[in-house]
């Protein structure tokens, strides 16, 4: 699976972003997807999470603000970013969550830039 990240930029603390994440590969679907961010001199960490079902978890830290969704049929994973603090900047990845916790490959993530 090939997944590639996109829609970040540079906003204002308060501002929002959508961003998108596009998946090659015919498992997307019954795949369990998450978001994950890493931001300079810290571990990549969970953000979001979406099941096949569509179950969703926030991290304490962006729940309320944030909220995953997914549309099968376009094989794209969505995080809309709202209400976005300094302390969102990062790179966001995604990636399917059983990859991603056998160590697996990531793909190209996108850059957020929160300015205060």
């Known amino acids: 699976v090939q997944l590639q990240a996109s829609g970040g930029g540079l906003v204002q603390a308060g501002g929002s972003l959508r961003l998108s994440c596009a998946a090659s590969g015919s498992f997307f679907s019954n795949s369990a997807m998450g978001w994950y961010r890493q931001a300079p001199g810290k571990q990549r960490e969970l953000v979001a999470t979406?099941?096949?079902?569509?179950?969703?978890t926030y991290a304490d830290s962006v729940k309320g603000r944030f909220t995953i969704s997914r549309d099968n049929a376009k094989k794209t994973v969505y995080l809309q970013m709202n209400s976005l603090k300094p302390e969102d900047t990062a790179v966001y990845y995604c990636n399917d969550l059983v990859v991603a916790a056998r160590g697996g490959s990531w793909g190209q993530g996108t850059l957020v830039t929160v300015s205060s």
């Open positions: 979406i099941t096949r079902s569509l179950f969703t």
